[in-house]
Structure formats: C-alpha cells, structure tokens
C-alpha cells in the first residue's frame, strides 16, 4: 500500500510528550512517509523533544517560541530552502486561574495571554512558513490547528480557552481565504476531551470524559483517529477541503440534549 505522505515535508507545533495529540500527528505523518521536522518552545523542553524526536527517527528539531517575532523570524530563516507540505499547529495556554473561576472573573492579562498564545499564534506560525508553503504538486500545502466544541457551545470550566478557541477557528476561515489563491489549504480538527498534559488544567475533566459516552458511538476519541484526520488534511485526498472544522470526537458535537439511561 502507498503511503499517503510520501515526498512530503511536515512542520509539527507542540509536541511536549508521548500522550500529546501533536505526537500522535508526527507519528502518524512518520508512518505514512513524511519528512517530519519538530519546534520547541524553549531550552527546557529541547531535550525532551529530541528525545521524542529520536524516538520517531526525527532528523530536526527546531527551536520556535510563537509568542516571540524574534524567533518566528529565526524559524523562517530556518526553513530557507524547505519545502513544506505541511504545518501543524497544536498550541494552546491559559493560566490555570482563569480555567478554574467564573469566566466573568477571568483577568485582562490572563484573557490577552489566552488569546495569543491559543489563537494569534496560529496567525504568526502562518505567516512565518508562508514561503516555504510553496510545492508545485496540485495538492499544494496544508496548515492545520486542533480546536475543542468549547469554542462553539459553553463548555463548564473551559472559560476563557473556549473564547480563544472561537477566535482560533474564525482565524482559520480568514487565512483559508487569504491563503487559498496560493494553493494553501487551512483547516481545524475539533478533537473530543482527550486526556493530555494540557487537559489536567481544566477542572473536573473527567466529567466531560463521562459525557461523550453520551456520544453516537458510545464512547471517547482516540489520538490515533485525529492523527488519521491529519493525515487526510495533510494527504492529496483533502486537496479540496479548506476553511473547514472537522469533528473528531465520536459525534458528540451533533447532540443537543442526551439523557442517561
């Protein structure tokens, strides 16, 4: 069977540890036949990435702080001469305080950081690997975000992330529109509530766990299927596919109200 990326380049954003949704994305893109190339945020988490790096048999790691122009630039110079296909976004942050208080509560700082770190740097990333976005196969190139249902429905203790969230997924309507006439293709993928690093800082988590067994299939999502979906999103099969959500979360999203048994 053909690997669906294979002669390919893929850029890859967050990946902090083997339970990551980014970590399932690289792994996922090795497996079908792409070049992977990984950020880090910081000198903090470079060991750890090029440990996971290595583990995938992940030639480069780059260092990229998208909360930084300085470091947005040095990525773009480092990425003279590369070819991407492919750019994964998968970062988002908020301060626990504002997660775990009313939302009315959340601070001007805390709502700033929400929104810069979880959705302009979406914008940012675009902009810095716009240039190497540029194959000449009919593909083209693709950039992809993750995003959660809290962005379009009250989400209990998703707060000021569901407003970043919301943002993230207009951002990816604008840039598919201003991206789209050079053949670059902008999507999200809106996983169910996965069990991440990142999901611990949302309180009572596993209540939203709980609920998606109210979902059509009866059950949660697995990394390994939005990892597919960006196979798809990243592959020559999703070439026509831009400005677009797509739910990766056992259908829960289409339930208005769900009673228990």
């Not at 090795?30 to 996971?52: F, H, P, W």
């Not at 630039?73 to 991407?84: A, D, F, P, S, T």
């Not at 914008?123 to 240039?131: D, K, S």
Request: charged letters at 20%; one cysteine or more; a neutral charge.
């Amino acid at each position: 069977m053909p690997q669906l990326l294979e002669g390919k380049t893929a850029l890859v954003t967050g990946v902090a540890n083997k339970w990551s949704i980014a970590y399932a994305i690289a792994q996922a893109f090795v497996r079908e036949g792409a070049q992977v190339i990984l950020t880090y945020q910081s000198d903090r988490q470079k060991v750890t990435v090029e440990e996971l790096a290595h583990s995938l048999k992940i030639e480069r790691v780059l260092p990229c702080d998208v909360t930084q122009d300085a470091e947005l630039e040095q990525l773009r110079q480092n990425l003279k001469g590369v070819v991407l296909h492919s750019v994964v976004h998968a970062i988002a942050f908020a301060n626990r305080e504002d997660l775990t208080q009313p939302f009315a509560e959340t601070s001007r700082a805390g709502f700033a950081l929400a929104l810069d770190v979880s959705a302009y740097s979406f914008v940012a990333l675009a902009r810095a690997t716009r240039a190497a976005c540029n194959p000449a196969d009919r593909g083209g190139a693709s950039l992809m975000t993750l995003t959660y249902l809290g962005a379009m429905r009250v989400v209990e203790n998703y707060n000021v992330m569901g407003v970043a969230k919301a943002a993230l997924e207009s951002s990816v309507r604008y840039l598919a529109a201003d991206l789209g006439p050079a053949n670059i293709r902008v999507n999200a993928i809106s996983a169910g509530p996965i069990k991440t690093v990142s999901a611990r800082g949302i309180r009572d988590f596993s209540k939203l766990e709980r609920a998606v067994k109210l979902s059509p299939l009866r059950r949660n999502t697995d990394p390994a299927e939005v990892a597919d979906t960006a196979v798809f999103l990243a592959s020559d099969l999703g070439r026509g596919v831009t400005g677009n959500v797509l739910y990766v979360d056992a259908g829960f999203q289409i339930i208005g109200l769900a009673l228990p048994d």
